[in-house]
């Protein structure tokens, strides 16, 4: 017969024996510290410190075939899930990898190319108020006004972007003309008494591609030239400036910084003379 004691201690070691009821102990540690929520708002302070946003990964997420896109892609549904310290530190450890290949040229294409993103002043407000019908109207006669210039000047429209797009082209000069007969052509529309004004950013570099999809600091630069940009207005960088005929366009410097840009870029609003 054991007395009550050695009967506990026979349950505590048959309890700690028994393999696969410890591993289920561990998992279940580590998921619950893993979602932590202290140690997850840490690791995600110290993570945008040191790396800024993520919003480059957006970018990898579309793009397919290496394996720091499949781990972007696992780390955004990750994160999409439930906050987690593993997902902060993976992205870390990604934004930190592609902060090191731009910085010794690699992730970056071999070929220089004019990246144009446009995006619809005020829209989403107008649509909220105006209701689905106007407004898929709306975009699809935005999109029959700025796609048709962007195919005659040899670019392609890389993705659509609810109320905007992003387009590639060859040179800066191809990406310009395009923007303004787009900007031209949308200003010319009106639905439900809302006249849509469209702001677009260009810049010339090399982004790296990837299947149909481009991504690197060069896309950023163009998304935040499109976002600083006044309703109607055209702002490219010094870059694509520079590449451009002096006689085919009027430019004017604009004070410009975002996140996620080189802090010397200088941005200009340009227009054709006249």
Not at 42 to 53: F, H, P, Q, S, W
Not at 144 to 160: H, N, S
Not at 229 to 244: K, Y
Not at 259 to 265: A, E, F, R
């Amino acid at each position: 017969m054991r007395t009550r004691a050695q009967a506990s201690i026979y349950a505590q070691a048959v309890k700690f024996s028994n393999p696969r009821q410890s591993a289920k102990r561990v998992i279940t540690t580590a998921r619950q510290l893993n979602q932590h929520p202290r140690l997850v708002e840490a690791a995600k302070r110290t993570r945008e410190r040191t790396m800024g946003d993520d919003e480059f990964v957006d970018r990898l997420s579309t793009a397919r075939g290496r394996p720091a896109d499949l781990a972007a892609r696992q780390l955004l549904a990750l994160r999409s899930d439930a906050p987690g310290v593993l997902g902060e530190l993976g992205m870390t450890a990604l934004q930190a990898w592609q902060r090191l290949a731009e910085s010794q040229g690699r992730g970056r294409g071999e070929v220089s190319v004019a990246i144009l993103f446009t995006d619809l002043v005020g829209f989403s407000s107008w649509a909220l108020e105006s209701g689905d019908e106007p407004a898929i109207k709306l975009l699809r006669e935005v999109s029959e006004a700025i796609e048709p210039p962007i195919l005659e000047q040899r670019g392609e429209v890389v993705k659509r972007l609810g109320d905007g797009l992003m387009g590639a082209f060859w040179d800066a000069s191809s990406a310009t003309e395009a923007a303004f007969d787009a900007s031209a052509r949308t200003a010319s529309i009106e639905v439900d008494g809302y006249r849509p004004s469209l702001r677009t950013g260009i810049h010339l570099g090399r982004p790296r591609r990837i299947g149909g999809d481009y991504f690197g600091v060069d896309v950023n630069i163009a998304a935040r030239l499109a976002e600083a940009a006044a309703p109607g207005e055209i702002l490219v960088s010094q870059r694509t400036l520079r590449e451009l005929d002096p006689a085919a366009v009027t430019a004017a410097a604009r004070p410009f910084a975002a996140q996620g840009v080189p802090p010397d870029l200088v941005a200009y609003a340009v227009r054709r003379p006249g």
